[in-house]
């Protein structure tokens, strides 16, 4: 099988599992905690965050003003920026219904960021992440310094993601359950 043929099953097998908002609390919570104890996660100074949608882990919690935080923000090249925001308050719905900063919100240096949490569909023990089909995230990561950690629920690790040459590896998956590094 090819892989975007691969690719494509895997996320039909992944988009069909339903999380209930009591285990997607109780799973955001154990990710939180987790990612909390590093010693990465305390000594930086800009983390990037996503704002999740209704199937993803809820990283607002991430939140911290003791901290630098960042959002995505879509390019009219069809690309991303991270901007600053002071509150979650600040952020606005954007492209794709996607909250993120507004227009007026300071663009961070992507060389600035300590850690990004990334979203997707499925990860594997290697950090492979595969994410929603249109390289956004792909294109991206390879610009922006720091640690990049992906962020996913139990059911979202698969023994292999499917690659290609041009999806981004991450140093770090988190799951409720556990941490893996690259």
């Known amino acids: 099988m ?4 691969e690719k494509a099953k895997v996320r039909a097998e992944i988009s069909a599992i339903r999380i209930r ?3 997607r609390e109780k799973a955001s919570s154990a990710i939180y905690d987790r990612i909390k104890s590093f010693e990465a996660w305390q000594n930086a100074q800009t983390v990037l965050l996503y704002a999740p949608l209704p199937d993803e882990p809820d990283v607002m919690r991430f ?13 009219a090249d069809r690309g991303y920026e ?13 492209k794709f219904g996607i909250q993120e900063p507004p227009a007026e919100a300071d663009e961070v240096n992507a060389s600035d960021i300590d850690i990004t949490l990334v979203p997707g569909l499925a990860f594997d023990d290697a950090c492979n992440r595969l994410g929603r089909g249109r390289g956004f995230y792909d294109r ?19 023994e292999s993601v499917p690659t290609e040459t041009h999806d981004h590896q991450l140093e770090m998956v988190v799951v409720p359950s556990r941490a893996m590094n690259q």
């Open 63 to 75: 939140f911290d003003t003791s901290k630098r935080v960042c959002f995505p923000r879509f390019k």
């Open 2 to 5: 090819a892989t975007n043929q």
């Open 140 to 158: 991206w990561l390879p610009q922006i310094s720091g640690i990049k950690i992906g962020i996913g629920f139990d059911h979202q690790l698969i």
């Open 82 to 94: 991270s901007a600053i925001v002071e509150s979650i308050q600040d952020l606005v719905v954007g």
């Open 21 to 23: 908002p009591e285990e």
